[in-house]
């Protein structure tokens, strides 16, 4: 839509990847709303300040859906979170229906139940950073690549019931729809990722599992308005979703606790009792990507001292909202005995991240029996060079050097 | 403390459940939120407290705060 702005163009420009873009708390200084340019360089509000964010999330005012999808402003040219989705008119009948799908497989009593079977596969991981590390003493270990990615990829496609075997397919599908300038690269690896679950699919319609994807092939079998393009995009979007995202909080956790030793050691002292409040403070700090959660006025809306006219693009910046003086003391500061901690990691109201109890899950066992097997654990690079992949959707470091 | 819920309002989230669980549950139907201990013991009210800032649905209140 239209193009010529001298707001300013997002991703803005962070110093490393522990610190956000100085020019989220320079907008916010200003007023909670400014008007800022995409990547996909449309008009759209961001959202920078922490009561309006979480307001504008509860807000059944503001969607995913679009009055006119083709007016829509584009966020980017990534194959997901790019635009509008869904229709404008069933917006929450659709998001109704998926909820409920949803909500049993990842409910936090199933998340106890697959507790211990989490713990195996991070104790599996944890072996092979082991292994890595007798093999080659004088090397430090890549932490991501042994632990924070394969960790929540063997566990959200045991839930999906995909195969193992397929994780190099599914990391490199996930690694190019999540490019924001990925334009037909990102569109043609969703249409590969979306084929790939449409296969798992069929298999599964004849030999049905105990996994999400027979879970939502139920659903879509007593629904005929349930498309095949609905499904595959929603088994897509779980695959997505349910790794890249946990890996970079494990890397970024990781960093946040090696970057202080007095901080490590407290931890590793009392991991067990310690992680619950540790984790939602990684949750809360560490700000994977730059952009944030994205919505579309359904009407005007004054808030934040402006008015959101109806079809506005709203980019809510939770990493910034996380990070406001008015809502934590010492925003910046990694200080673990917040209490409440009431971040917005996973967002707020009815889009609240299903995935929650799920990500929580996996960072309390990854990161107690990180420290528990390794007490010593230290960085062996300046974090503060480490690059972030600010080209990404979900941002990330692709290195965590570690050694003990 | 007094936990009181409006399951109207729950949006099924679980993080109450992975933050007091000595407090709240979900149900297996519609995964929302159970109260299993309304006047929870002094040492669950700090995770009581935490579950109630996060709830996505804002569906948790917490009366005689403090007491």
Request: with cysteine; proline share 7%; glycine share 8%.
């Amino acid at each position: 839509m239209t193009t010529p702005t001298s707001a300013p163009q997002l991703p803005f420009t962070r110093p490393n990847p522990m610190d956000l873009a100085p020019l989220f708390a320079q907008l916010r200084d200003k007023g909670p709303l400014s008007r800022v340019t995409t990547p996909a360089g449309d008009p759209a509000w961001l959202v920078t300040a922490y009561d309006e964010a979480r307001t504008i999330l509860g807000d059944r005012r503001f969607g995913k859906a679009h009055p006119a999808p083709e007016k829509a402003s584009k966020i980017s040219g990534a194959a997901i979170q790019s635009g509008p989705t869904g229709s404008f008119e069933d917006e929450e009948r659709e998001h109704t229906r998926m909820r409920r799908v949803l909500t049993p497989a990842f409910s936090a009593p199933r998340m106890r139940r697959l507790s211990s079977r989490i713990q195996e596969l991070a104790d599996g991981c944890l072996d092979d950073m082991e292994r890595a590390r007798a093999d080659s003493p004088d090397t430090p270990v890549n932490l991501h690549d042994l632990l924070s990615f394969p960790l929540p990829v063997q566990v959200i496609c045991e839930l999906l019931g995909v195969s193992q075997s397929d994780r190099d397919l599914l990391r490199g599908w996930s690694e190019r729809i999540g490019i924001l300038d990925g334009g037909s690269d990102a569109q043609e690896a969703m249409a590969d990722f979306q084929a790939y679950m449409g296969r798992v699919a069929e298999a599964k319609r004849e030999r049905p599992g105990q996994d999400v994807v027979t879970d939502i092939l139920k659903v879509q079998a007593e629904d005929p308005t349930f498309t095949e393009d609905d499904m595959t995009r929603l088994a897509a979007g779980l695959l997505f979703a349910g790794h890249e995202t946990t890996s970079t909080r494990i890397d970024f956790g990781t960093l946040f606790l090696l970057i202080d030793p007095a901080r490590r050691d407290r931890f590793a002292a009392d991991p067990e009792g310690l992680v619950q409040a540790t984790v939602e403070e990684i949750l809360r700090l560490s700000a994977p990507g730059g952009l944030g959660l994205m919505r579309y006025a359904r009407e005007d809306v004054q808030i934040g001292g402006v008015t959101v006219a109806r079809g506005d693009a709203v980019l809510v910046a939770i990493n910034a909202a996380n990070r406001d003086g008015e809502a934590f003391a010492e925003p910046d500061a990694f200080d673990p005995d917040r209490a409440p901690n009431a971040h917005l990691a996973f967002g707020h109201g009815g889009h609240y991240c299903i995935g929650n109890a799920l990500a929580r899950t996996e960072m309390r066992i990854a990161f107690t029996s990180l420290f528990r097997r390794f007490p010593g654990l230290r960085l062996a690079a300046d974090p503060y060079t480490l690059r972030e992949h600010s080209e990404r959707l979900t941002g990330g470091v692709n290195t965590v050097p570690v050694l003990w | 403390m007094q936990v009181e819920v409006d399951r109207d309002k729950c949006v099924a989230s679980g993080q109450c459940v992975l933050t007091a669980p000595e407090v709240f549950d979900q149900d297996d139907d519609e995964g929302k939120v159970v109260v299993l201990d309304d006047t929870p013991a002094p040492a669950a009210h700090g995770r009581a407290r935490q579950a109630a800032a996060m709830c996505p649905g804002v569906a948790i209140s917490l009366r005689d705060e403090g007491r």
